[in-house]
């Protein structure tokens, strides 16, 4: 069983654009819902993170929105640039283990 | 970067041969975790650590074991390696101080790519 779906599994985006990848989860327990990047050859590192008693969380280009009724949480980028070509992982812990979605591959072409 | 180190960081071994791969950090984190990387399976969890001699089975333990000896090592041991161990493999440290243990950011190693032939 999936503990969280990602989605799309791939995006392509105009430089400049919006980059919206979705999570959702099952579990109403997991309390922290941090955003990974990883570009290739290289490991996962945070990007940004939200708890969730928070609907929104903006940290310059990035944005995470969260529907905790929902069981859902975005990640948004504003004015993508093709700096931001790399693989992105949503996650969602309890009590330090976080389960990973499958990952986003986000093309940004100039 | 966060101090942690994996070793090696290619590997090619024959099947039921037996490998080790280290994780090391210079950041006194208590929390240590092994990741295996597939495509399209995202990372998965094999096994974590929340201190010395304290270990924990993950999403995917099976054909794995861990030992930790001291704070900055954490090893991960496939006892006899298969084909379908053939992966990249992570290693992530995190700092809970207990109280806010939930809201701590994991730091990766640059990863270990295994080949099982």
């Known amino acids: 069983q999936q503990q969280v779906k990602q989605s799309p599994q791939s995006l392509i985006v105009q430089k400049g654009g919006i980059s919206i990848i979705n999570c959702a989860y099952e579990?109403?327990?997991?309390?922290?819902f941090p955003w990974y990047q990883q570009f290739p050859g290289k490991g996962p590192a945070l990007l940004i993170a939200i708890r969730p008693d928070v609907s929104e969380k903006k940290e310059g280009r990035f944005t995470i929105s969260f529907n905790k009724s929902a069981k859902q949480f975005s990640l948004h980028i504003m004015d993508s640039q093709p700096g931001d070509s790399a693989t992105y992982f949503c996650a969602a812990s309890l009590a330090d283990i976080p389960t990973f979605g499958r990952g986003t591959s986000l093309i940004v072409h100039p | 970067d966060a101090g942690i180190t994996q070793s090696p960081r290619h590997k090619v071994t024959e099947t039921g041969t037996p490998v080790t791969l280290r994780c090391h950090q210079t950041e006194n984190h208590r929390y240590m975790y092994w990741y295996r990387q597939d495509p399209g399976h995202g990372l998965r969890l094999i096994h974590y650590?929340?201190?010395?001699?304290?270990?924990d089975k993950g999403e995917v333990s099976d054909g794995y074991s861990v030992s930790r000896s001291k704070t900055e090592d954490f090893l991960l041991t496939l006892e006899s390696a298969t084909s379908s161990q053939t992966s990249v493999y992570f290693c992530?440290?995190?700092?809970?101080?207990?109280?806010?243990?939930?809201?701590?950011?994991?730091?990766f190693g640059p990863g270990t790519r295994l080949t099982v032939l």
């Open positions: 992530a440290i995190s700092g809970s101080s207990g109280g806010l243990s939930s809201y701590n950011e994991q730091f």
């Open positions: 650590s929340y201190g010395v001699k304290d270990t």
């Open positions: 579990n109403t327990a997991f309390d922290y």
